[in-house]
């Protein structure tokens, strides 16, 4: 699995390798505005890659790749859903706007790393494996991408011997500590949390069509 964070480049900032399709969901650095992203038909991102650099006067944003959007989808529907049962591919699928076959791909990964819980049959689908409140967003996202860490053009390569010096070396070691941050907001943040903003999030919906 690709790493979440890939590498730092000039003045766009750190990139986030995406190995999915173009266009991704964005992930906000905490305390920073988010700027509003491309969009296109059915609201898709139309910003290739995992990191775009804004004009001067913006902000750089990270983004989340497609594949760890619709997983984290998925994990929160399962948070609302599952509690009466079982949950049925199809339903999340056409609940949170995710491609079956590709929906079916990220649970076998949630599955493999004891995230969600899959019973067949008729009467089978999906549940968490544990409660969301012990899920932390990590681990969802290490599930389907790999480990969060720094992978960027200043590191040394493998047997290269020193690592860089002068200014890579001070923007490496800035880097490491914006990913360790990063790992730790989301190993703060758990499933049961955007699991009660997504329901908060409904039911204002629910009141403005009344």
Do not use: C, N
């Not at 594949?67 to 399962?78: E, G, Q, S």
């Not at 990964?109 to 899920?135: D, F, I, N, W």
């Amino acid at each position: 699995m690709a790493p979440l964070l890939a590498r730092a480049t000039g003045l766009g900032g750190p990139r986030a390798r995406d190995d999915s399709t173009p266009g991704a969901a964005l992930l906000p650095i905490p305390g920073v505005p988010l700027a509003p992203p491309l969009t296109g038909p059915r609201g898709a991102s139309q910003q290739g890659g995992a990191i775009t650099s804004k004009p001067i006067g913006k902000v750089s944003i990270v983004q989340l790749s497609r594949r760890a959007d619709y997983a984290l989808r998925a994990v929160i529907d399962l948070a609302v859903e599952s509690a009466s049962g079982r949950v049925q591919l199809r339903e999340i699928a056409a609940r949170q706007a995710v491609p079956e076959k590709y929906l079916e791909q990220l649970l076998r990964l949630l599955k493999t790393a004891g995230v969600v819980h899959a019973t067949r049959g008729s009467r089978g689908g999906y549940q968490l494996a544990r409660p969301a409140s012990e899920l932390s967003l990590l681990t969802v996202f290490e599930a389907v991408e790999g480990p969060v860490s720094v992978e960027d053009e200043g590191a040394a390569a493998p047997g290269a011997g020193a690592a860089p010096s002068g200014g890579a070396g001070v923007v490496r070691l800035w880097w490491v500590e914006i990913t360790d941050g990063l790992r730790r907001e989301l190993s703060r943040v758990t499933v049961a949390e955007l699991a009660r903003r997504y329901q908060q999030a409904r039911r204002s919906q629910d009141d403005w069509i009344i």
